[in-house]
């Protein structure tokens, strides 16, 4: 199908580790992203791997990519209150110039 | 900081009373991107403009126009907004025709949140 899945919430407590899900449909998708969506405000990209990647560390955030399920994980290390937000995975489709395909959002509740 | 900035922040219109959504960047960038974004749904792709070439989604209604007069500006003309058309809109800019991993990764303005009365 067409669609980009992830789950609609999670919630973690200060400290631990939070980990995103994400499938998405195409198998020819170049690049996947992890956008960042606080309250009332635009996307914020945090990371991206191209697809002939299997792993990207960045600071406290992980994405994991499994080709052959067309799995896509954003892990947070010591996750912060201030991480509390929506995150968006999206995949491009098609070479330059090629749409982006957006999840319909994971909102991540961080308690103190 | 080179960014992508959109005005108004917040827009109120009545019902069938048109309303223009302005965007500018200072990224150079030579796309720019329309999503409409409604509540607790993912963005959803408009429009793009690469350089001056108009490229339009199939499913965007005729309701939904855009302008762009020069590299920096583009804006989203909506000509008879209904209730249904309150949403978060959103523009993005990329580069094309570059070298790089961030290459056509697509950068987002704040939005703008439409009202419709």
């Known amino acids: 199908g067409e669609d980009v899945e992830q789950s609609l919430f999670l919630s973690v407590r200060e400290g631990d580790s939070s980990v995103i899900n994400c499938t998405y449909t195409?198998?020819?998708?170049?690049?996947l992203y992890w956008y960042k969506q606080e309250p009332g405000a635009g996307l914020q990209l945090l990371t991206y791997?191209?697809?002939?990647?299997d792993m990207k560390q960045d600071q406290r955030l992980t994405v994991l990519l499994n080709k052959k399920d067309k799995h896509l994980s954003l892990r947070i290390a010591d996750t912060q209150t201030g991480d509390s937000a929506i995150y968006f995975c999206a995949e491009k489709r098609g070479n330059q110039g090629g749409k982006l395909i957006f999840g319909q959002g994971t909102e991540l509740s961080v308690k103190p | 900081d080179a960014m992508v900035i959109q005005n108004p922040r917040y827009q109120v219109t009545q019902f069938g009373k048109p309303v223009t959504l302005s965007c500018s960047q200072t990224?150079?960038?030579?796309?720019m991107y329309w999503y409409q974004q409604k509540s607790s749904q993912a963005p959803k792709l408009l429009f793009h403009?690469?350089?001056?070439?108009?490229?339009n989604e199939a499913d965007t209604p005729d309701n939904f126009q855009s302008r762009r007069p020069n590299t920096s500006f583009c804006f989203l003309d909506i000509r008879s907004p209904g209730l249904g058309d309150a949403a978060m809109y959103l523009c993005?800019?990329?580069?094309?025709?570059?070298?790089?991993?961030?290459?056509?990764?697509?950068?987002f303005g704040p939005g703008t949140r439409l009202t419709v009365l």
């Open positions: 195409d198998s020819s998708s170049t690049y």
């Open positions: 990224l150079n960038h030579n796309v």
């Open positions: 403009y690469y350089d001056k070439d108009f490229n």
């Open positions: 993005a800019t990329s580069r094309l025709s570059g070298t790089g991993p961030l290459t056509d990764t697509q950068y």
């Open positions: 791997i191209f697809s002939n990647m």
